[in-house]
């Protein structure tokens, strides 16, 4: 007979581990609808990058397939626009995570204070066991890619001179030799699929989060709820 899985998430926790008068259960929504968002524009993602990669490989490769160039361009903009797209919602994702946290533990944060680095402090994270789990977004170098990525486009991105709106690498061929610009094209191509690798990086990673937390809050909460009614007695 096959072993019953214990494999639980977070849009399963009965709703007697939601504490009363708070917006554990609303922040749980917005968690979750976050989540489906981050699945569609990723899949935005890679599919915009793979017409990316193949318009560049074609640039310099005799395929049988010339690229028009306004058709580069337009397919790089619909891919950007895509990458900017999930960098914003998974930041949003993990400010949801927060709040959603901050509720139903709950840690007692409000306003400004419900943040990355208080709720990364609080004694009940500890105690949940969930300090390793929401540490990833400040120890993995590729979640906090994604989470800088935002940063940088919400203050100072477009007001980098350096910066190519096409994602064009800036070493750019001089002599323009085919080895050179071969290269470049090359270089271009990666700028694109390490940018869609870690959006599908990161969407692998939230599954992963909601997978590993829901049994540690349903842990804590019985574990609150015993500690208080012993503290009554």
């Not at 639980?8 to 609808?33: G, V």
């Not at 976050?34 to 699945?39: I, Q």
């Not at 949940?128 to 989470?147: D, Q, R, V, Y």
């Not at 191509?189 to 869609?196: D, L, P, Q, V």
Request: with cysteine.
């Amino acid at each position: 007979m096959a072993k019953k899985s214990n494999c639980i998430h977070i849009q399963d926790i009965p709703k007697k581990y939601f504490p009363r008068n708070t917006k554990a259960k609303e922040c749980l929504k917005e968690m979750i609808r976050m989540m489906n968002t981050l699945v569609y524009t990723n899949k935005q993602v890679q599919h915009g990058a793979q017409i990316c990669i193949f318009n560049i490989k074609s640039i310099h490769t005799r395929n049988g397939f010339v690229p028009h160039p306004p058709d580069v361009f337009d397919a790089l903009v619909n891919f950007v626009y895509h990458y900017e797209n999930y960098c914003f919602r998974a930041y949003c994702f993990r400010e949801k995570m927060l709040l959603f946290l901050n509720e139903i533990l709950p840690l007692n944060y409000n306003g400004n204070d419900i943040n990355i680095k208080n709720v990364i402090n609080h004694p009940f994270i500890k105690q949940a066991k969930l300090l390793s789990t929401i540490k990833k977004f400040e120890t993995n170098k590729n979640l906090k890619k994604i989470i800088e990525e935002r940063n940088t486009l919400t203050h100072k991105l477009y007001y980098n001179i350096n910066f190519d709106h096409y994602l064009r690498p800036q070493n750019r061929p001089i002599k323009k030799s085919k080895k050179e610009f071969k290269e470049w094209c090359e270089d271009w191509k990666n700028e694109i699929s390490n940018r869609a690798e870690l959006t599908n990086i990161f969407t692998h990673a939230i599954f992963s989060i909601n997978h590993d937390m829901a049994p540690k809050i349903i842990k804590f909460r019985d574990f609150f709820k015993s500690f208080k009614n012993t503290g009554k007695k």
